[in-house]
């Protein structure tokens, strides 16, 4: 038998012996960004087909969720800096190469965006609501004069915040768990999936929560998908990628993953959903919230085991 | 100008003197280290092989931590040595969780620190980086592979040498003699 005893002298602060640079701020973003994206999406979507009649809550209601995810999302962000008098330094460059640096700049566009949103759909939320000042009507009704422009520009940013949930892990080669690129498109689901479920708590129209529950159950089916080929990917790859696969098939993130994320995340809302628009009678918000506990779960699951998983040298 | 170091395994008995005289130079706060021993023991009692080396950040040609860093703070300074500007970094850890080699520590004032070869203070100086000039063994060579007379390139072309994790795609400028 080969034995090999690594002894290293170095124990720095938050590196040894295991990574954990990053806690729960990070996946909290995660997931309120993914939420969010998933919400504007929508809204933006139903806006520019022309159908805000036929879904009043994506298009109007749940955006008005967005700025304060997105708000508490930017919070914990900024709680995650050790140096946080710097994070302007953040907006004197746009780095292409740097997921981050276009996390920031497409916070800075969705971020305006969803407030500008919800100033128009005020009068939704609250009928006797005054601007009070002419230019206030000026700008609303310029927005409103270019609404579709606005509603594209929201829907092409809503889905770069949504793949860049993603894309902000799979571009670390050196967390070998977190360096597949089919993280983007993952993250992007499951922030729809998540927006949906959203949407659905909300809604009070039999027809769009039917609508809603279609599109989780598709989305959800596509979750299922890539999550397969990811673990098809990792398995198929070498010795560091095998060994990230196995943290859930068979180590330490087997149960939260498998059990929180896949059985309660997906599987059984899925099930619940199909159930119900197959003209079962069951309570309503069971499958939408399971589906936005496992989005939530996904992310810190992911989070904490790419800082477990590493080269071999 | 390409800075570089090689490190010989066959002559470092780890004593840790580079790790000190790191700390101490470069003003290290307690608790931590830029660089560091390794000591690998492997093979089949009684044929074991010891390997020490002593590490530090690899100053990559293809840095994962200077592409990751997203305002600009992680650079490619002179003779590609790769540091970073302080009052730059923001702390966010991108860097950090982008080494391979865990390279790179959260500094107590905020911003990320790691190796920078002695590059203000010693190398543009004239002088080896402090932990080449304190070894008691001279197991460690620095200079520039483009000068052939340099003593890094002089021991690389007369030696066998490895990288670490070179699969990692990043061409680290830490060379360890075999």
């Known amino acids: 038998m080969r034995e090999e005893i690594i002894v290293s002298g170095r124990m720095n602060y938050l590196i040894d012996p295991q990574l954990h640079i990053w806690h729960w701020h990070i996946p909290l973003y ?6 969010a994206a998933g919400i504007l999406f929508f809204a933006a979507l139903y806006t520019i087909l022309g159908k805000e009649k036929e879904y009043p809550t994506a298009v109007k209601l749940a955006p008005f969720l967005t700025p304060v995810l997105l708000t508490v999302g930017l919070l914990a962000l900024l709680l995650d800096l050790n140096h946080k008098l710097y994070f302007w330094q953040l907006y004197t460059t746009i780095r292409l190469q740097s997921p981050m640096s276009w996390g920031a700049w497409t916070l800075m566009v969705v971020t305006p965006l969803s407030i500008i949103w919800c100033a128009l759909n005020i009068k939704e939320l609250f009928p006797a609501w005054d601007w009070k000042y002419k230019w206030i009507y000026d700008v609303d009704a310029f927005f409103r004069n270019n609404l579709l422009i606005i509603s594209w520009v929201m829907l092409i940013s809503a889905l770069i915040l949504g793949v860049y949930t993603g894309i902000l892990f799979s571009a670390f080669n050196a967390r070998p768990l977190w360096n597949t690129s089919i993280l983007g498109p993952l993250f992007l689901t499951s922030g729809l999936s998540t927006g949906a479920a959203a949407i659905i708590l909300m809604s009070k129209n039999a027809h769009e929560r039917h609508n809603f ?16 080929h990811m673990f098809m990917g990792f398995l198929a790859s070498t010795q560091v990628h095998i060994d990230a696969a196995s943290l859930f098939l068979g180590g330490p993130y087997t149960t939260p993953f498998w059990l929180f994320v896949v059985t309660l995340g997906l599987g059984i809302p899925a099930l619940l959903e199909l159930l119900e628009l197959k003209g079962f009678k069951m309570p309503a918000y069971i499958a939408p919230a ?24 | 100008m390409r800075y570089a170091m090689a490190v010989d395994t066959k002559k470092c008995v780890g004593c840790s003197d580079c790790v000190v005289a790191c700390q101490t130079e470069n003003n290290v706060p307690i608790g931590f280290c830029r660089d560091w021993v390794v000591e690998v023991t492997d093979g089949t009692y009684p044929q074991l092989e010891v390997e020490i080396r002593s590490e530090r950040c690899n100053h990559c040609e293809n840095s994962p931590c200077v592409r990751c860093c997203p ?36 500094h107590p004032d905020g911003h990320v620190d790691k190796c920078t070869f002695c590059l203000h203070n010693r190398v543009e100086k004239g002088l080896d980086p402090a932990c080449v000039s304190v070894c008691p063994t001279k197991c460690m060579y620095f200079g520039d592979l483009d000068d052939p007379n340099s003593p890094v390139s002089k021991v690389l072309k007369t030696r066998k040498f490895k990288t670490l994790i070179p699969e990692a795609g990043t061409n680290p400028q830490l060379y360890f003699l075999i």
């Open chain 1, 290 to 313: 399971l589906v936005i506990f496992g989005g939530l779960m996904f992310r810190f699951i992911i989070a904490y085991a790419g800082q477990a998983s590493r080269w071999l040298y």
């Open chain 1, 30 to 35: 995660l997931f309120l960004g993914g939420l």
């Open chain 2, 71 to 106: 305002t600009g703070a992680s650079h490619y300074a002179e003779g590609g040595v790769v540091l970073v500007t302080p009052h730059k970094c923001i702390g966010c850890g991108a860097c950090i969780a982008s080494c391979p080699y865990d390279a790179r520590y959260p």
């Open chain 1, 213 to 228: 529950a279609r599109i989780d159950l598709m989305l959800i089916g596509i979750e299922l998908f890539l999550i397969v």
